[in-house]
């Protein structure tokens, strides 16, 4: 390759302002694999990242994580790989040292880089990975298909985290592109009821498509309606899939005692709840974490992916090229037939 290699890259500058421009070619170092981009998905993180509540220090960045593309070179010590394969890849790059590293906690990592969030990542033509992080795709899977394997490894890793078996119910709480993975993944661990809250009608409508067993699209019918599927008990599980401290409020009256909060929609920093502290020791509710998906979450995913367990149409409508990148960013927030919208090159 050339020492002057160039490619075309979206670097968001300062908060809301992406300037799509020539930047040096990423070199493909010892054990690390240089990769064409073909696709990648505009995620809820790269808003949040775009409007400068999210990784705001780290810019200027290239950001964009749900990457598909070809491998096109690989350094010398690369030898489980093939060029010319298609991948997708694991965006959680731990020190691989620490005490989390050793337990496979990556994400809790104080070292940790997450590519397209803490540094560059795939809103450009090549991005240069550590080899270990790129996952190959079987020749049959479509890479619109493929794309949507680090979202539905996030909620892989959230129905982990939160334990969620078959016969539980479980209210989501949003029906956007990850409350919609949500359903798809809690129908496919067994959980039952599923009851979904999300006001757009669109959303709701593509909710009910995905499996949910009640879509409700005023709030003020959610706390009846999940009563009377629970035996009057409340949920499981509340999965928060939109980031507002009032819906943690509206979860905590929704789960049953004994049952627990999945907290998965990004907040704001400072934003933060005020818990009923005696009442959650004496009901034994919990709130527990998730973010992002990981390892083995990712690999995952792209099996369930694989063999057709997901409804991705919704997901697969919407693109643009490199170009058109503040255009694109402009539609994600629009809750038309789309679920998301994605660069193409
Ligand atoms: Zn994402
Ligand atoms: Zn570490």
Do not use: W
Not at 169 to 188: A, E, F
Not at 265 to 276: C, E, K
């Amino acid at each position: 390759m050339a020492e002057n290699a160039h490619m075309k890259a979206a670097v968001l500058v300062e908060p809301g302002r992406f300037e799509v421009r020539d930047v040096p070619k990423p070199t493909c170092g010892r054990d690390e694999v240089l990769i064409r981009i073909e696709r990648v998905g505009i995620c809820g993180t790269d808003l949040h990242i775009f409007n400068g509540h999210y990784a705001a220090d780290k810019l200027p960045l290239i950001p964009g994580h749900e990457a598909v593309g070809i491998i096109e070179q690989m350094g010398e010590a690369v030898k489980h790989l093939e060029k010319g394969c298609r991948v997708v890849v694991d965006i959680n790059l731990g020190c691989g040292q620490c005490y989390y590293c050793r337990r496979n906690e990556i994400l809790n990592c104080s070292r940790m880089e997450q590519l397209g969030i803490s540094c560059d990542g795939a809103f450009a033509q090549y991005m240069a990975v550590p080899s270990r992080l790129v996952i190959p795709v079987a020749g049959t899977v479509p890479v619109e298909v493929a794309a949507l394997t680090e979202p539905v490894a996030c909620v892989v890793r959230a129905t982990r985290k939160a334990d969620i078996r078959f016969g539980q119910s479980v209210v989501v709480l949003g029906g956007g592109p990850i409350g919609n993975l949500h359903v798809q993944m809690l129908r496919l661990v067994g959980a039952a009821p599923i009851i979904v809250s999300e006001p757009n009608e669109t959303r709701a409508r593509l909710a009910q498509e995905a499996g949910a067993d009640a879509v409700v699209t005023h709030g003020d019918q959610l706390h009846e309606t999940v009563m009377s599927m629970t035996d009057g008990r409340g949920a499981d599980v509340v999965i928060e899939s939109v980031g507002l401290p009032a819906l943690y409020e509206l979860a905590l009256s929704l789960i049953r005692p004994g049952g627990h909060i999945s907290a998965f929609g990004l907040t704001s920093p400072d934003d933060a709840l005020p818990m009923p502290i005696l009442e959650t020791i004496l009901r034994e509710n919990s709130i527990k974490g998730s973010v992002a998906g990981m390892g083995e979450d990712m690999h995952d995913a792209l099996t369930l992916l694989s063999h057709d367990r997901f409804r991705t149409d919704a997901f697969a409508t919407r693109s643009y090229p490199l170009e058109d990148i503040r255009q694109a960013f402009e539609t994600v927030a629009d809750q038309s037939d789309s679920l998301k919208t994605s660069i193409t090159f």
